[in-house]
């Protein structure tokens, strides 16, 4: 039983362990490329800036399980995994140009309707972008 728990239990780690540092890499890049403090507004105990960076983290581990499910080694991992963060950014930047123009300003001033649009919207890509990482 050991000797089939253990090489699985290493490989569980390994990819749970590269899963979180991946998250936090993208709560990282995700806060540094919009406009809007998330950090800030989050801490002045703006909801709609919370739901929002709420959904991107949502979406984004949403496709990093679909890449865990799917790869077959901890660099296709990786690979795919940057490739996820690049679709969960290109959604918000969907969201900002072409869908609510206004986003940012509107999360800044609290809209909580603003806000789920943009987490909805991050939890979608994350789910589409984990059904499309298959072999």
Known sequence: ????????LGNFLAHFMLALVLLIVFKFVYAFIT?????????????????????????????????????????????????ALIAQLTAFAIVRFVFMPQVVSRIEQGEISAGVML?????????????????
Do not use: K, Q
């Open 1 to 8: 039983m050991l000797d089939v728990l253990l090489p699985t």
């Open 119 to 135: 987490a909805v919207t991050s939890v979608a890509v994350g789910l589409l972008n984990a059904a499309c990482m298959t072999y």
């Open 35 to 83: 406009p809007h403090d998330e950090w800030a507004l989050i801490r002045n105990n703006n909801l709609a800036a919370s739901i929002g960076f709420a959904g991107a983290i949502l979406g984004f581990a949403l496709a990093l399980a679909g890449v865990i499910s799917n790869s077959i080694n901890l660099i296709d991992f990786a690979v795919w995994s940057v490739i």
